[in-house]
């Protein structure tokens, strides 16, 4: 049974950090490739960062470029999120996403993962 498990969410202030975390079980982070997206208030769930099997190669959204960095450990089937210079905007529930068959056509799309986690409140005051 394949879990994902999202962790770190909280409340801070605009111009703060935070990282929140995904541990996987149940399947291999190095053969698969890990997502994060969010979901506003009263808004679709949305692509935020994807990460390769390997760790080698990142994707940003152009709202995630150069605050956010994405990150896994394969050995330890864990992945993070860092964010940095939050902004209310970026007010979301945080969701981790994994899947074993993307590429770089497919990687954004929200319906190209079949595993997810049950996300995790992001909450930036202004």
């Known amino acids: 049974q394949v879990q994902l498990v999202e962790s770190g969410g909280g409340l801070v202030q605009a111009g703060d950090s935070l990282s929140v975390s995904c541990a996987a079980s149940?399947?291999?982070?190095?053969?698969?490739?890990m997502a994060w997206f969010r979901q506003a208030p009263g808004k679709a769930r949305e692509f935020v960062a994807v990460i390769s099997y390997s760790g080698r190669n990142t994707y940003y959204s152009n709202s995630a470029e150069g605050r956010f960095t994405i990150a896994k450990d394969n050995a330890k089937n864990t992945g993070v999120l860092q964010m940095n210079n939050l902004q209310p905007e970026d007010t979301a529930i945080y969701y981790c996403?994994?899947?074993?068959?993307?590429?770089?056509?497919?990687?954004?799309?929200?319906?190209?993962?079949?595993?997810w986690g049950q996300g995790t409140q992001v909450t930036v005051s202004s």
């Open positions: 149940g399947l291999a982070f190095s053969r698969h490739y």
């Open positions: 996403a994994a899947d074993a068959d993307i590429t770089t056509a497919t990687m954004r799309r929200e319906g190209s993962y079949r595993y």
